[in-house]
Structures are given as structure tokens and as C-alpha cells.
């Protein structure tokens, strides 16, 4: 069975960077350009991982955390924050809105993909 990941990142290069990664290492990729397509999507595709940015216009990768695990349809599936935000309060702030990983950019290949990897097992 193949994993589905879905990308959330209003930067199109970030995204196309992610995606790419993902896609070499045999992953299924979504993808999507705000927190609000985002949600949609993961209600509806059900993604078995969520990579998502922080700062992001409308609705941020925090508040996007929030509101998926506040979710019935999305509460389970694991969030990875990938941010440039890289201060102990900000992954205390992550961890707290319900994100089961963060990574900071700029971020590695195999950093992305051990993350991913951890929440799939």
C-alpha cells in the first residue's frame, strides 16, 4: 500500500522541493497551497501524513494543526511542521497545537524523509 502524503505550502518552489523528495522515495503526493485547501482535502482524501508550513496567509500551519486534530476525520493522522521558525518556543507552540513532528528549514533530504518514515511505521 502505497503512503500518502499531503504538502501544504504557499511557496511553490518549497512545495515543488517537498514534493519531489517525497515522490523519489515511492510516495503518493497531495498537494496544497493554503491551510483551508488543506483541510478540505485531508477531510476528504484522508492523507496518511500531513506536511505543512507555519506562516502561511489566511489560515497558518498552526492553526491548521489545530484544526485537524480537532477533527474526527483527522484527528489520527500524524502532522510534521516544517518551518523556518526555529525557536524553542515555536516547537513548544507546535507540540502544544497538536504537531507530532517539526522540522526546521532549510531542512535535508533524509531529515524530511526520517520524519515522514516515523510516522508511517
Not at 483551508?36 to 492523507?47: G, R
Not at 526555529?86 to 533524509?110: C, H, S
Request: glycine letters at 4%.
Amino acid at each position: 500500500m502505497t503512503t500518502t502524503v499531503l504538502v501544504v505550502e504557499d511557496t511553490i518552489s518549497e512545495r515543488e522541493l517537498i514534493s519531489r523528495y517525497l515522490r523519489q522515495s515511492g510516495y503518493a503526493v497531495m498537494n496544497a497551497a493554503s491551510g483551508k485547501e488543506a483541510l478540505d482535502k485531508a477531510i476528504s482524501l484522508k492523507p496518511n501524513v500531513i506536511i505543512t508550513d507555519v506562516v502561511m496567509p489566511g489560515m497558518s500551519g498552526f492553526e491548521l494543526c489545530r484544526s485537524l486534530k480537532n477533527h474526527p476525520a483527522t484527528a489520527a493522522i500524524p502532522v510534521i511542521l516544517c518551518t523556518s521558525k526555529n525557536q524553542q518556543l515555536d516547537r513548544l507552540w507546535g507540540v502544544k497545537q497538536g504537531a507530532d513532528a517539526y522540522i526546521t528549514k532549510p531542512f535535508t533530504r533524509e531529515q524530511l524523509l526520517r520524519a515522514v518514515e516515523s510516522m508511517v511505521i
